[in-house]
């Protein structure tokens, strides 16, 4: 797991930039923010494969 993560702490603001991890074999890049207010939590989460995948299963 790679994670390059900025953290606004005072706005509650996560800022995940070239971040990565490995599932199952599958190599997965994560860019995006996640918010935290006092109501919700907001995503906007951005999740690539830099190649094809077989055999996952809906």
Do not use: C, H, W
């Not at 994560?30 to 996952?56: A, C, H, M, R, W």
């Amino acid at each position: 797991m790679k994670v390059a993560l900025d953290v606004g702490s005072d706005k509650g603001l996560f800022t995940f930039r070239e971040s990565g991890i490995k599932l199952s074999g599958l190599d997965l890049k994560i860019d995006g923010t996640i918010q935290n207010s006092e109501k919700d939590v907001d995503l906007d989460l951005k999740i690539t494969s830099p190649g094809q995948f077989y055999g996952i299963a809906s």
